[in-house]
């Protein structure tokens, strides 16, 4: 084998021509120096364009309105895509798959993106393999789509609310008018429900709220007929309901279902020019029901429920590993230097924002929060939740934080 040159020879090479960097660094390797690869590769990387920053955008609000691009989305996408920088879309949205949600976005917004690229609020649930095999309650979304998402993440029996309406109109006398509509994407269930024989009837082992429900009411009166129920056996109402001497005063202490919500948005930025009540409203609505049927937290008894979507620490964590691992694909070898900052431009200060700024990354990468005014927020408002810095639109937010990482790769034109 050729002598090799001194070591301080080949970090001289690595620091003066890129070209020789993989050879110098396979030099490095072969002679055994890894400490000394990994800082060769850092000090090259680092000062030679390789960005320590990330985003995490916002898609309501920041990047669309509704189904309508906003303005300079493309412009700011493009320009990190044009520099390798990379980024991922985190929303609180859903209601398709996210392959399909993915290939929408990039014809809408004109840049080619992916969903290794792509988090949305109920993204988390096809991580829960525990329940695959039960069956499950899907509530939300358009006809029977996010049942078909939930099949597609591995769920093997799902019913619907529409469902049960359409096998048993009477559980919800006020939708007669939309029989026709839930019965052209209902599917027959599993088991009967059957009050009089509860072992053969149909039990709902965990309920899901995906997206946005339609149909307030009948949702609604579903999932108080499972959670008042004894083990989730629809047509039953448990023993223990109302029982003092029971935690929770003996509510969601029989076996009930765990219920799970993709998304706390009270409000969201559609079309309307004013916010529009989202999922946080149908959950705001149904505790406010429960409340009523139990008697609330006057008398001890909360909705047990699990939250996900922004702010929640869960799908920060979620995003963040999804974004290192995109990262890894775009930087290659380059993303040994470290990820330190990631910039979350958002619209919503409470999910947003909050979500930005009470999360702690494991990998200590610090989140940045960047509020636009292109959504929820508007000018002159004052967050709750303030973020690090407040701006126009996505644009001006990708520029501010370009300038604030320094980056030497390439200005933003104005
Ligand atoms: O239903 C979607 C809404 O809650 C907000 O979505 O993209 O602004 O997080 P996004
Ligand atoms: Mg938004």
């Known amino acids: ?16 021509s890129r070209a020789a960097i993989p050879r110098a660094c396979a030099q490095l390797t072969c002679n055994n120096h890894p400490q ?5 590769l850092q000090t ?55 392959s399909e949600r993915v290939a929408e976005l990039s014809k809408k917004l004109e840049v080619p993106l992916d969903t290794s690229m792509f988090v949305q609020s109920h993204t988390p649930f096809a991580d829960l393999e525990e329940y695959k095999d039960k069956t499950v309650l ?15 993440y591995g769920y093997r029996t799902i019913v619907t609310p529409g469902d049960i309406l359409t096998a048993y109109p009477d559980t919800w006398p006020f939708s007669q008018q939309f029989l026709p509509h839930h019965a052209s994407f209902s599917r027959p269930l599993p088991r009967p429900i059957n009050a009089h024989n509860p072992a053969d009837s149909l039990k709902i082992d965990a309920i899901f709220v995906y997206n946005d ?25 448990s023993p223990k309901n109302n029982s003092p001497d029971l935690p929770n005063r003996g509510f969601q202490q ?50 047990l429920k699990t939250v996900i979507g922004k702010p929640f620490r869960m799908t920060y964590e979620f995003a963040e590993r999804r974004l290192v691992a ?10 040994q230097a470290g990820l330190r900052t990631v910039y979350m431009v958002g619209d919503n200060p409470e999910s947003d924002i909050r979500g930005a700024n009470t999360y702690e990354s494991p990998a200590g990468t610090e989140w940045v929060s960047v509020l636009v ?37 390439g200005r933003l034109e104005d």
Not at 138 to 152: P, S, T, W
Not at 326 to 335: F, I, S, V, Y
Request: proline share 7%; hydrophobic share 40%; glycine share 10%.
């Open 213 to 237: 429900p339609r149909d307030w009411g009948l949702d609604i009166q579903v999932l108080v007929d499972v959670l008042l129920s004894h083990r989730g056996i629809l047509g039953t109402l």
């Open 1 to 16: 084998m050729a002598a090799q040159p001194p070591i301080s020879n080949l970090i001289q090479l690595v620091l003066h």
């Open 36 to 40: 000394l690869f990994r800082r060769a």
């Open 326 to 335: 995109h990262r890894r694909d775009l930087l290659g070898w380059r993303e």
């Open 373 to 409: 005014r292109t959504g929820v927020h508007q000018e002159g408002q004052d967050p709750v939740w303030r973020p690090r810095m407040e701006v126009g639109d996505v644009y001006d937010a990708v520029r501010w934080a370009v300038e604030q990482s320094k980056w030497k790769g």
């Open 44 to 98: 090259t990387s680092v000062s030679h364009n390789t960005p320590d920053f990330a985003f995490a955008f916002d898609i309501d609000g920041v990047l669309l309105r509704s189904s309508d691009p906003l303005p300079r989305a493309h412009k700011a996408l493009s320009y990190l895509q044009s520099h390798r920088i990379p980024f991922i879309l985190l929303t609180n949205g859903g209601g398709k798959h996210e």
């Open 138 to 152: 899907v509530v939300g979304g358009d006809g029977d789509k996010c049942r078909k998402v939930a099949e597609r």
């Open 254 to 303: 029989d076996s009930q279902p765990p219920l799970f919500f993709s998304n706390p948005d009270l409000v969201w930025a559609a079309k309307h020019h004013l916010p529009r009540l989202g999922q946080g409203g149908f959950r705001e609505a149904l505790e406010g029901t429960w409340a009523a049927l139990t008697g609330g937290p006057r008398m001890g008894v909360q909705l």
